[in-house]
Structures are given as structure tokens and as C-alpha cells.
């Protein structure tokens, strides 16, 4: 690791402002040009960081960095940006934890800026409920920061936990409780970026509300986030956690769609739903669906149960001292679902078990390739979906877990860079969660996303109202058709605040220099 701390470091007031030539970076020169640039963070040319930083999650796109960077402070990323802008090639991409799934916080022989390195910050304020939280910090350890020391917790979340604030932030964040509160992007109230112009911001709805707007779901184009204020309520004790199985697509739909339009406080904490298979494979089929190993799943109590079967997960937030039992809260949710008798089952959890239950992605490990496909589809379009895709390409499972359930439009701000189908109030999420596995009777990497692209055809061609969540496409032309009437604000938020396309150059949304060219 070589470090480079040769001169004092600048305050955001301090002069920084006299024009400097461009320059050509050759792998060569590369390490003379941060010798001058007093960070307090390090740089890594070489090693295990860089090769680290050349792949992610989904473990199906490689791309090398010239380097890493690990920023002490928020003003470590101000002046690795303004470097780059000096130069006519170099680009900037974020990674928090390396969650992303088709190369997005990759730079090909650009420079990564490793998030986590920055000092983590969770500073919680209980009287005004929020706290600030670095954009590198984990929501593992949001969590456990807000609720052990002062009862708190954010409102919404995503179903693991050990993803960094910055990044769900720069998609949306959605799980169970989204039909409540919205995806995460609509539970902060300030946020602190780092633009591509290399200007260090706070925004909010009220200060640099259009930066504001723009960061929040901008797949990290317009800025990095490095603070986030995120809004916080009461944490409660327990939760009472609930799977039920249906045979049919049309009943399941039916009920979650009932739970999550129901008036808030009238219905459950979370509503997720998840397909799975009509066989005992352990990881597709019936052994997916208990929750504990002395519960069993019977299949006779489901007759002529087609191919594939559809669960609804629910859970219900508690305190200890709630006047009211357990037993009567849940039977009172539960009226009005047509649930098959037999196939239901419950436990009682802690709190922060339940959130932090997903330990990784599902099965596998973290090295494997997971080649996701996340989907929004439209309600209009849902049941074809099922039938082309869940009961026909599907039905013998994708080797890692199948979720769908509905969210609601009306708790999207559309201000914000997010695109969703655009259809009526209620549209799914469908995420498809695959992961690689050496198994003889699993499909190899090629053919899963093979088959991915096959299920985007069907869309495509069906002409469902749909979009990719954590998107991802190789050209121009493939970003305007997802962003369809909202291209030339995200273009034209891309001029304000990245004119010379240095951030997130995975996405292959914006070449360098992209107005020039």
C-alpha cells in the first residue's frame, strides 16, 4: 500500500480554484499525479484491493481499476474527482460493500473509491429522531447503533442488511415495509455529496432540493453520497413472523395486494411474497418455506398444487408490554385472506433477528456468481408474467430464492431519479436471486443469463409495463428506452452536476466527456 499525505490537508474554504493543464494518464505516471495531492486516505495501484475492486457480486462482469483509493474523509473524494477532471479519460466509481451485480461500481481503468474507509459516522439525535450515518456505513450497523442504544430504528429497509447507506440510497431500497414508508430514498432528510464538478454539498428538500432529487435513486451519477440523515421511530421488541402458502397465483396476489392498500395500522409491519417450487429441493422447493427445522411442510393439503406454489411472508411488530395478546392482533390481520389451512407457520423473533435474518444473499457463497435479474412489473401485466415465466421458464426453479410482492406508486416521490413502470397505483417487485452452485443439476452461469435475457424478451415482446431495478445496460440507447420520458431530465441532471461524465462509469449510461462527443 502506498501512501501519499505530502502536504497539509485543504479545507472545502481553502483555494483550490487556479486552472491546471489537463493530463494524459499512462499507468506509469499515475502515482506522480496523487503525489501532490494531500490526501489523507491511501492509494492502492496494485494487490489485493485493486483485483478486489475489479469484480462484485453478481460475478459475471470484470473490469480492472488503474486504482483504489481509500478516503479518510469526504474531502479525499473532492480531490480525487477534481483529479480526474483534469484528465480527458479518467473516471470515478464508487463501491461500498461490492453488492452490485453487473459491474455498476466498477471502473475500467478508472479509479475506485472504497467507501468503508471513511470514518464511520452514526451519530443519532432521539429527540429529533434521525440520525447521520456515513454513506460508506453499513445498515447492519445503522441498526444496531439506533435500536441497542437508544430504542430507535429506520423505517425502512432492505432484506440484507450488509449493504452500505450510499449505495441502496443510489437505487431505492426496498423490502417488506416499502408499502408503508416507500423505499429507503424516501426516508432521508439531508444528504452530504461529493457532485461530479468535484463540489462538496449538503441538499435536502429545502437546500439544493434538485441535487437532492437527483441522488436519490441516480444509480450514483450525479454525486457520492458520504452523509445521509435518515429518519428514525420507535424500535419495537419482537416480531411475529408468518409464512402462508397459496396454489393459486390470482388468491395470492388478491391478499397481498389487500394488506398492503389497507389503512396503516390495519394491517401487518411487512408484506413480501416469494414462488417456489413444487418439489422437496432445498433450495427452490418445499424445505425453502419453513421457518425452523422441527416445522414440517405437508403437500397433500394442497390438491392439484401446479408447478410452482406462491407464499406470503408477513410479520407483525410488537412490544413486550402490549396490552393487547399476540393471538388476537394476528387473527384480527388475518381476516379476509384466503389462506389454506395446513400450510401456515409462524414464530416469535426478536426485532433486529428478524431484519439481520438474511446473512447473505440466500444460499451459496459470497464468491459465487449471483446473475440477479430485478424486475418492476406492472399489476395489469403480473399474472401473464406468472404465466409465461414463473410457470413455464421457471418452474423447476432459478437456484436461489423467487421474491414478488406489490408496492405502491403513491409512496415514490417522482422528483427523485427512480423510474418505475407507468401504469396504475400497484406494481410488483420480482427478484429473481440466483447464484451459481457446482451442482450437476444446475444451470451454469451462461445459460442463467441466457435465461435472464430470455425473460426480458418476454417482457419486451408481451409488451408488459415494465423496468429493471438495479439496471443495467451496455449502450445509450438501452438507458433511454428505461428511462423513456424522464431521459432528458436525467440528461440534463447529468450536465448540472456531472458535465464531464467522471462518476459511475459502470453503468455505461454517459461516455467521458459525453457533451463533447
Not at 103 to 112: D, E, N, P, Y
Not at 313 to 340: I, Q, S, W
Request: hydrophobic share 40%; glycine share 8%; net charge negative.
Amino acid at each position: 500500500m502506498i501512501a501519499f499525505i505530502d502536504r497539509p490537508f485543504l479545507h472545502e474554504d481553502d483555494d483550490e480554484s487556479s486552472p491546471e493543464p489537463a493530463t494524459t494518464v499512462q499507468d506509469g505516471n499515475l502515482p506522480n499525479l496523487f503525489k501532490g495531492l494531500g490526501l489523507l486516505g491511501t492509494v492502492e495501484f496494485s494487490g489485493g484491493a485493486v483485483a478486489t475492486a475489479a469484480k462484485d457480486f453478481g460475478g459475471v462482469q470484470f473490469s480492472q481499476p488503474l486504482a483504489v483509493i481509500n478516503p479518510l474523509t469526504s474531502h479525499d473524494i473532492v480531490k480525487v474527482i477534481k483529479l480526474a477532471s483534469r484528465t480527458p479519460q479518467l473516471t470515478v466509481a464508487a463501491r461500498g460493500n461490492g453488492h452490485s451485480v453487473a459491474g455498476q461500481a466498477m471502473a475500467h481503468r478508472g479509479l475506485v473509491v472504497d467507501m468503508k474507509t471513511i470514518e464511520p459516522k452514526i451519530d443519532v439525535d432521539p429527540d429529533a429522531a434521525y440520525a447521520d450515518v456515513s454513506g460508506g456505513a453499513l445498515w447492519e450497523d445503522v441498526l444496531k447503533r439506533c435500536v441497542l442504544g437508544y430504542g430507535l430504528a429506520p423505517r425502512s429497509w432492505t432484506d440484507y442488511l450488509g449493504l452500505t447507506v450510499g449505495g441502496t440510497l443510489s437505487n431505492a431500497g426496498v423490502s417488506g415495509q416499502s408499502f408503508i414508508y416507500g423505499p429507503q430514498t424516501e426516508n432521508v432528510a439531508e444528504l452530504e455529496v461529493v457532485t461530479g464538478a468535484g463540489d462538496l454539498l449538503v441538499c435536502s428538500n429545502e437546500q439544493n432540493s434538485e441535487l437532492f432529487y437527483s441522488v436519490l435513486g441516480g444509480l450514483g451519477q450525479f454525486g457520492i453520497i458520504t452523509r445521509a440523515r435518515v429518519l428514525l421511530q420507535p424500535a419495537p421488541d419482537m416480531v411475529r413472523w408468518i409464512r402462508v402458502v397459496y396454489r393459486e397465483f390470482s388468491e395470492f396476489t388478491r391478499d397481498a395486494e389487500l394488506l398492503v392498500t389497507r389503512r396503516e395500522g390495519d394491517s401487518f409491519d411487512y408484506v413480501e411474497g416469494f414462488v417456489f417450487v413444487n418439489s422437496d429441493d432445498p433450495v427452490n422447493g418445499w424445505p425453502s418455506v419453513v421457518l425452523n427445522p422441527d416445522q414440517h411442510f405437508e403437500l397433500a393439503r394442497i390438491p392439484a398444487a401446479g408447478p410452482v406454489l406462491y407464499c406470503l411472508e408477513l410479520a407483525l411488530h410488537y412490544k413486550n408490554e402490549d396490552p393487547t395478546p399476540l393471538v388476537d392482533m394476528v387473527r384480527r390481520l388475518m381476516e379476509g385472506l384466503r389462506l389454506t389451512e395446513g400450510v401456515r407457520w409462524e414464530v416469535n423473533v426478536g426485532y433486529m433477528d428478524f431484519l439481520l435474518r438474511v446473512a447473505t444473499s440466500g444460499s451459496g457463497e459470497w464468491d459465487a456468481p449471483h446473475p440477479w435479474l430485478n424486475l418492476f412489473v406492472s399489476k395489469a401485466d403480473i399474472a401473464e408474467f406468472d404465466r409465461l415465466v414463473f410457470n413455464h421458464i421457471l418452474n423447476h426453479g432459478v437456484g436461489g430464492p423467487v421474491l414478488i410482492y406489490p408496492l405502491l406508486r403513491s409512496k415514490w416521490d417522482k422528483r427523485k431519479s427512480t423510474v418505475l413502470p407507468e401504469g396504475e397505483e400497484i406494481f410488483y417487485l420480482v427478484a429473481l436471486l440466483r447464484f451459481w452452485s457446482p451442482s450437476p443439476k444446475g444451470l451454469s452461469v451462461e445459460e442463467m443469463v441466457a435465461q435472464n435475457q430470455q425473460i426480458l424478451h418476454i417482457c419486451n415482446t408481451n409488451k408488459f409495463d415494465f423496468k429493471l431495478y438495479l439496471p443495467h445496460y451496455n449502450c445509450m440507447e438501452g438507458w433511454k428506452r428505461h428511462f423513456g420520458n424522464q431521459w432528458t431530465r436525467f440528461q440534463q441532471r447529468k450536465a448540472s452536476f456531472d458535465p464531464t461524465a467522471i462518476l459511475a462509469p459502470g453503468h455505461k449510461i454517459f461516455p467521458r466527456n459525453w457533451q463533447s462527443s
